[in-house]
């Protein structure tokens, strides 16, 4: 859908583009003239395959300082993303005969991860009604000797949610007793609004429960740093040596420049994540507000990221110009041909029914792209 808007937008189009899945916002400042300084003195060279020693350390400080956290520089793996993280470590992780518990709705690439490992999905349900937090009824029926892992990933996309405390305790206690590997993606740990955030590892710690975690972070939404393409992983040092070996095969290291960028990002003044912050929260009460006047549609707070899930399963199997729209594929693609507005559909995220919108653009724009779907949905019969 977002290279849908983007040719759209090439042609010249008005479009609304609510598929948007990274910050609004420019890198600040600060970090841009880290980066112009380390291209003026050099820094252009392969670094470490695991990192630069001085941006592990930052990490290291980070965790500490943020997360509760501590962790040694040979602990950490900087990555050309996080995306990248997450992959290496199913990599690092799983292979054929293996199974993965994925929680649905889930990520697009969770999946994809995990079949490219050779391992197989199991899909998990949520209960939407408890921010898609883990229906343990349905978790319960589906474990076999097979599992060898499971992906956390709250803050969530596509949903916002975010779990409590008490919902990932109980399940680092069966990865515990089952022996599994968690994967907690925590891309978007530095944005939640409604409650505090704490690492899985955080608890796992705490509570002294002793599973095995591998934590995936990411300056990309924190520092809108995603062209920088800078993550990084923090686990058992075994872990974290294999998934370095298998990235010193594929990519080498993350690119230098970005990493510079990333030690000022880490070690500098924390205001630009707060100022963000802020204006992510007041869009997301303004789009949650406006999606739930709409008729027919209902949108529950998310407590974290920069996006809403509402359900629009009032719509499926109702006709439009002729056309039955037999699900949120076919939803979305009417609205964007009504009223240009993008939209990415449930469907994709194994949550039929639901619609994502990212509300990481301007509260003018919501305002007005809300108003094009009201128009589009009154024509829905």
Same mark, same amino acid.
Not at 354 to 373: H, P
């Given at each position: 859908?977002?290279?849908?808007?983007?040719?759209?937008?090439s042609? @010249?189009?008005?479009?609304?583009?609510?598929? +948007?899945?990274e910050?609004?916002?420019?890198?600040?400042?600060?970090i841009? !003239?880290?980066?112009?300084?380390?291209?003026?003195?050099?820094?252009?060279?392969?670094?470490?395959?695991? &990192?630069?020693?001085?941006?592990?350390q930052?990490?290291?400080?980070?965790?500490?300082?943020? $997360?509760?956290?501590? *962790?040694?520089?040979?602990?950490?793996?900087?990555?050309? &993303?996080?995306?990248?993280?997450?992959?290496t470590?199913?990599?690092?992780?799983?292979?054929?005969?293996?199974?993965?518990?994925?929680?649905?709705? *889930? %990520? +697009?690439?969770?999946?994809?991860?995990?079949?490219?490992?050779?391992a197989?999905?199991?899909?998990?349900?949520?209960?939407?009604?408890? $921010?898609?937090?883990?229906?343990?009824?349905?978790?319960k029926?589906?474990?076999?000797?097979?599992?060898?892992? #499971?992906i956390?990933?709250s803050?969530? $996309?596509?949903?916002?949610?975010? %779990?409590?405390?008490?919902?990932?305790?109980?399940?680092?206690?069966?990865?515990?007793?089952?022996? %599994?590997?968690?994967?907690?993606?925590?891309?978007?740990?530095?944005?939640? *609004?409604?409650?505090?955030?704490?690492?899985v590892? !955080?608890?796992?710690?705490?509570?002294?429960?002793?599973?095995?975690?591998?934590?995936?972070?990411s300056?990309? !939404?924190?520092?809108?740093?995603?062209? %920088?393409?800078? @993550?990084?992983?923090?686990g058992?040092?075994?872990?974290?040596?294999?998934?370095?070996?298998?990235?010193?095969?594929?990519?080498?290291?993350?690119?230098?420049?970005?990493?510079?960028?990333?030690i000022?990002?880490?070690?500098?003044?924390?205001?630009?994540?707060?100022?963000?912050?802020?204006?992510?929260?007041?869009?997301?009460d303004?789009i949650?507000?406006?999606?739930?006047?709409?008729?027919?549609?209902?949108?529950?707070?998310?407590?974290?990221?920069?996006?809403?899930?509402?359900?629009?399963?009032?719509?499926?199997?109702?006709? #439009?110009?002729?056309?039955?729209?037999?699900?949120?594929?076919?939803?979305?693609?009417?609205?964007?041909?009504?009223?240009?507005? +993008?939209? #990415?559909?449930?469907?994709?995220?194994?949550?039929?029914?639901?619609?994502?919108?990212?509300?990481?653009?301007?509260?003018?724009?919501?305002? $007005? @792209?809300?108003?094009?779907?009201?128009?589009?949905?009154?024509?829905?019969?």
């Amino acid at each position: 859908m977002a290279t849908i808007a983007a040719d759209m937008i090439s042609e @010249g189009k008005d479009v609304i583009n609510f598929s +948007v899945g990274e910050p609004d916002f420019n890198t600040p400042e600060h970090i841009i !003239k880290a980066g112009k300084k380390a291209m003026d003195e050099g820094y252009t060279k392969y670094t470490s395959g695991a &990192g630069m020693v001085e941006l592990r350390q930052a990490i290291c400080d980070k965790l500490e300082r943020e $997360n509760g956290l501590i *962790y040694s520089p040979s602990d950490i793996l900087v990555s050309n &993303g996080e995306k990248q993280s997450l992959y290496t470590a199913c990599q690092a992780l799983f292979g054929k005969g293996d199974e993965v518990i994925v929680f649905r709705p *889930y %990520w +697009v690439s969770f999946p994809e991860f995990v079949r490219l490992s050779d391992a197989e999905p199991i899909l998990v349900e949520t209960i939407s009604k408890k $921010n898609f937090e883990p229906d343990f009824s349905d978790l319960k029926t589906k474990i076999t000797t097979n599992i060898k892992g #499971v992906i956390i990933n709250s803050p969530s $996309n596509p949903t916002g949610g975010v %779990w409590t405390s008490e919902s990932i305790i109980k399940l680092l206690k069966i990865a515990k007793e089952e022996n %599994w590997s968690i994967i907690s993606d925590e891309c978007y740990e530095r944005l939640t *609004y409604d409650r505090n955030f704490i690492s899985v590892e !955080k608890l796992n710690r705490e509570h002294k429960i002793g599973a095995r975690v591998i934590t995936c972070m990411s300056l990309s !939404k924190t520092y809108a740093m995603t062209g %920088w393409r800078i @993550g990084y992983s923090a686990g058992p040092l075994k872990i974290i040596k294999a998934m370095a070996k298998i990235q010193g095969q594929a990519t080498s290291c993350a690119n230098s420049i970005g990493q510079k960028a990333a030690i000022a990002a880490l070690s500098g003044n924390q205001k630009c994540v707060e100022e963000m912050k802020l204006k992510f929260l007041r869009r997301r009460d303004l789009i949650v507000e406006l999606l739930n006047d709409l008729s027919g549609v209902t949108c529950s707070i998310p407590d974290g990221a920069f996006y809403v899930f509402p359900s629009f399963q009032a719509f499926l199997n109702k006709k #439009v110009n002729g056309k039955i729209l037999k699900d949120t594929f076919d939803i979305s693609q009417y609205i964007l041909e009504a009223v240009s507005v +993008v939209t #990415v559909p449930g469907d994709g995220f194994g949550a039929p029914g639901y619609i994502r919108f990212s509300y990481a653009t301007s509260s003018e724009t919501i305002i $007005n @792209g809300i108003k094009r779907v009201k128009t589009a949905l009154d024509k829905i019969t």
